[in-house]
C-alpha cells in the first residue's frame, strides 16, 4: 500500500494567487514527521516545511504553510502569493520514528505558476 | 558550510558496464542515505547509513548494487552489470541525527545515469 499518496500529477495557478498541493499519508505510527520538498529543473531537493505528528499547530515557513489534518492523514501545502519561481516539482514525504525512520516520499506533484 | 557533494554530475554508459557515483556529506552528518529516482517519480531509498553502519539495505538490489562508507564520512554507490533499468537519478542525502524527532535531509545535486 502506498504510504504516501499525492493525487495531483500537475497543478496550475496564476501568479500571486494562491496554491494547495494535497498529500495523504498512511501510518499506524503515533510518532512522525511530515516534510514537503521542492524539486526544480535543476534537480536538487530542496526542504521546504516539517510538521511533527504531535504539533499542536499547523507548521509556516514564510509563504508556506502546511494544513495539517491528522484525523484525515492529510498534510496539505499551500503556497501564498504564487511566484513563477515557484514552478517545480514538490514531493511529499514521511518518517515514521518506531517503523525504520527512513523518509518515503510521494509521487509529486508538479506546479506551473503562470504569469 | 559545504552542501552534499556528489560526482559525476552526469554519466552515460553501456548496459553490462560498471559505474560508481561518489557522495561527501556535510561535515558532522552521521546518516547518509541513497536514494534512486526515476523520472517523473519520487526518490526511493536504497540504503541508509548511521555512520559506517548500513542499517537498512532492504531495498537494495543486492546482485548487482554495492555500497560503503568506510570511516563513515564520504560513501560510494556501485552498479555491476548495469542494465537499462538502471537508467535514474542518484541522490544522496545526509542529515545530522539527533535525538529530537526533527531533522532533516539535505541533498545532493545527484548523478543523472544513462544506461544505454
Known amino acids: 500500500a502506498q504510504k504516501i499518496t499525492q493525487t495531483q500529477p500537475g497543478m496550475f495557478v496564476q501568479e500571486k494567487e494562491a496554491v494547495t498541493l494535497d498529500c495523504t499519508y498512511d501510518t499506524s505510527d503515533p510518532s512522525y514527521g511530515l516534510f514537503w520538498y521542492k524539486q526544480p529543473s535543476s534537480g536538487e531537493m530542496i526542504f521546504l516545511i516539517y510538521?511533527?505528528?504531535?504539533?499542536?499547530q499547523n507548521a509556516t515557513e514564510g509563504r508556506y504553510s502546511l494544513n495539517f489534518q491528522k484525523a484525515r492523514k492529510s498534510a496539505n501545502l499551500v503556497i501564498s502569493a504564487s511566484q513563477l519561481g515557484d514552478s517545480a516539482m514538490y514531493f511529499c514525504?514521511?518518517?515514521?520514528?518506531?517503523?525504520?525512520?527512513?523518509?518515503?516520499f510521494g509521487p509529486g506533484t508538479r506546479l506551473s505558476v503562470l504569469p | 558550510e559545504a552542501g552534499v557533494v556528489q560526482s559525476p554530475r552526469y554519466k552515460i554508459i553501456e548496459k553490462k558496464q560498471p559505474v560508481a557515483f561518489w557522495c561527501n556529506p556535510i561535515s558532522g552528518h552521521n546518516t547518509l542515505y541513497w536514494y534512486r529516482q526515476n523520472l517523473g517519480q519520487g526518490p526511493e531509498l536504497l540504503i541508509r547509513y548511521e555512520n559506517e553502519e548500513a542499517v537498512d539495505d532492504s531495498q537494495l538490489p543486492k546482485d548487482r548494487f554495492s555500497a560503503e562508507r568506510l570511516k563513515g564520512v564520504d560513501s560510494t554507490l556501485k552498479i555491476q552489470p548495469a542494465e537499462l533499468g538502471d537508467s535514474a537519478v542518484y541522490l544522496c542525502?545526509?542529515?545530522?541525527?539527533?535525538?529530537?524527532?526533527?531533522?532533516?535531509?539535505?541533498f545532493g545535486p545527484g548523478t543523472r545515469l544513462t544506461v544505454t
Open positions: 542525502a545526509s542529515s545530522l541525527r539527533t535525538d529530537r524527532p526533527f531533522y532533516e535531509q539535505y
Open positions: 510538521q511533527g505528528s504531535y504539533d499542536q
Open positions: 514525504a514521511m518518517r515514521e520514528d518506531n517503523y525504520g525512520q527512513n523518509f518515503v
